[in-house]
Antibody
Framework: ELQLVESGGGLEQPGRSLRLSCAAS????????MHWVRQAPGKGLEWVSG????????GYADSVKGRFTISRDNAKNSLFLQMNSLRPEDTAFYFC??????????????????WGRGTLVTVSS | SYELTQPPSVSVSPGQTARIICSGD??????AYWYQQKPGQAPVLVIY???ERPSGIPERFSGSSSGTIATLTISGVQAEDEADYHC????????????FGGGTKLTVL
């Protein structure tokens, strides 16, 4: 069964750090790019960061660039998000997601499937 | 930055057809993807590449796209379909591949 399980969330003060982890199972982890997507309470979804299968390519949303670092350990089927200089606006559920891609004569595209259950990060003094 | 626009809410009675739209300037050249999110749960993919339905998703869920509008259609809506629905797509250049709409709350009356 495909499964992504996040951990590491919690309550932290502004300016401090948190490290999120995601444990993957049920698929060949090192065949896929992985991402973090967040959702502030009562709000929509926001892509945060993504990392290629071999860690050669990574990207960040402007809102977290320079503060968050994504990484992975393929030997341990794990994805991480180091979150530094936390701000109240970082408060959200953080979901670990697998990237799926297709490239056919009809065109190319990518989407997320499956999603983990998420871990809640609360930034407040 | 690129934006996808969805109506905040849609309401239908059981058995009726619900249509949820997603508007974006790049939709004529980019695929749309749809996720269902029930309260307290993670999103689940229900439509990919405009019209494709993943295995395990009921046939009453379908997708279409024309011009700058992508549409998620739920035929014969059931009470269990009450959820938030999020569209996702990319900007015209593909430099922002994972942009989400604001989400639409589907209420089954």
């Amino acid at each position: 069964e495909l499964q992504l399980v996040e951990s590491g969330g919690g309550l932290e003060q502004p300016g401090r750090s948190l490290r999120l982890s995601c444990a993957a199972s049920g698929f060949n982890f090192d065949d896929f790019a992985m991402h973090w997507v967040r959702q502030a309470p009562g709000k929509g979804l926001e892509w945060v960061s993504g990392l290629s299968w071999n860690s050669d390519a990574k990207g960040y949303a402007d809102s977290v660039k320079g503060r968050f670092t994504i990484s992975r350990d393929n030997a341990k089927n794990s994805l991480f998000l180091q979150m530094n200089s936390l701000r109240p606006e970082d408060t959200a559920f953080y979901f670990c997601v697998r990237e799926m891609t297709s490239n056919t004569s009809s065109g190319a595209g990518s989407w997320f499937d499956p999603w983990g259950r998420g871990t809640l990060v609360t930034v407040s003094s | 930055s690129y934006e996808l626009t969805q109506p905040p809410s849609v309401s239908v009675s059981p058995g009726q057809t619900a249509r949820i739209i997603c508007s974006g300037d790049a939709l004529p050249i980019q695929f749309a993807y749809w996720y269902q999110q029930k309260p307290g749960q993670a999103p689940v993919l229900v439509i990919y590449r405009d019209t494709e339905r993943p295995s395990g998703i009921p046939e009453r869920f379908s997708g279409s796209s024309s011009g700058t509008i992508a549409t998620l259609t739920i035929s014969g809506v059931q009470a269990e379909d009450e959820a938030d629905y999020h569209c996702q797509s990319a900007d015209s250049s593909g430099t922002s591949p994972w942009v989400f709409g604001g989400g639409t709350k589907l209420t089954v009356l």
